[in-house]
C-alpha cells in the first residue's frame, strides 16, 4: 500500500526500530 | 538428567528460568535458551551480563550509535526497573509479549505503552504526528507537510471515537481490532524456535520441562 493510503499507526508499524526478529539474528 | 554442568554462572539479575517460565509463555528449555540469546547481546559491548542501550542499538541496527525513537521506546520498556539497562528477567518476561501464545490484550496494551511517548496514558495527536515524521526521517521517504498532516489527521479522528483530543486504550484496542496488521510485530514466530536456534544450551540444562 502507499504510505499516503496508510493511517499514521501502520506507517509506524514500519519502523524497524519495532522489528525485534532483528535480535535473533547470528 | 543429561546435566554436563554442575554451576551456571550467576550473572548480575540472572534469575531461575523455573520462575520466568512459570510467569511467561516460555518453557524452561526456552527460557535457557533465551539465556544463551541475552549473554549474546548484553557482552557486545560491555561484559557485565547487562543489555546497554547501545547494545540494543548494535544489535537491532548493526550500529551501536543508530539512533531511533522507535527502539528508543521498546528498550524503555524492556527496562522496567528503568535503571537504563536491560536484566535477564525484564529481557524474558518483555519478550514473553511478543510470544505467538501470549494474549492479544497484551500486545494491545504493550503497543499503546509504546506509543504513548510521554507516558500521559492517552496517546496525543502530537505524539502521533512526532512518531510519523521519526519513520519518514528513518525511511527517508518524503511526504509534503500538508499530506504528514493529513495522514495524522484522518487517523486520529478515526480512533479518537469519543472526540475529546486523545486516544485512550479501550480507543486503542478498538483500532486495532479494525487493523490488526498494527500490531502484527508485536508476534515474533522465532520465539517458539528458540530452543533450535540455540541446541547447543538446550543439551546441558540443568531443569527438564515439566510440560
Known amino acids: ?26 | 538428567m543429561g546435566c554436563y554442568h554442575s554451576k551456571k554462572p550467576k550473572t548480575q539479575g540472572y534469575e531461575d528460568p523455573t520462575v520466568l517460565a512459570a510467569e511467561t509463555p516460555f518453557t524452561v528449555s526456552e527460557v535457557e535458551a533465551l539465556y544463551e540469546l541475552f549473554k549474546k547481546l548484553s557482552s557486545s559491548i560491555i561484559n557485565d551480563g547487562l543489555i546497554h542501550r547501545e547494545e540494543f542499538q548494535l544489535a537491532l541496527f548493526r550500529n551501536r550509535n543508530m539512533k531511533n525513537l522507535f527502539a528508543d521506546r521498546i528498550f524503555d520498556l524492556f527496562d522496567v526497573k528503568r535503571n537504563g539497562v536491560i536484566e535477564f528477567g525484564e529481557f524474558v518476561r518483555s519478550l514473553g509479549i511478543f510470544h505467538p501464545n501470549a494474549s492479544i490484550k497484551d500486545k494491545i496494551t504493550f503497543a499503546f505503552r509504546l506509543y504513548d511517548l510521554r507516558q500521559t496514558g492517552f496517546i496525543e495527536q502530537e505524539e502521533l504526528k512526532e512518531m510519523v515524521l521519526a519513520l519518514l526521517h528513518e525511511s527517508e521517504l518524503t511526504l509534503s507537510d500538508d499530506v504528514i498532516e493529513t495522514i495524522v489527521e484522518k487517523t486520529f479522528n478515526e480512533a479518537d471515537t469519543n472526540g475529546d483530543g486523545k486516544i485512550d486504550q479501550e480507543e486503542w484496542r478498538e483500532f486495532v481490532m479494525k487493523y490488526p496488521s498494527l500490531i502484527k510485530n508485536m508476534t515474533l514466530p522465532y520465539l517458539k524456535d528458540i530452543t533450535m536456534a540455540f541446541p547447543s544450551f538446550v543439551a546441558s540444562t540443568e531443569v527438564e520441562d515439566s510440560d
Open chain 1, 1 to 26: 500500500a502507499s504510505p499516503v493510503t496508510m493511517n499514521a499507526f501502520e506507517l509506524i508499524s514500519k519502523s524497524r526500530g519495532l522489528d525485534l526478529a532483528t535480535l535473533f539474528e547470528k
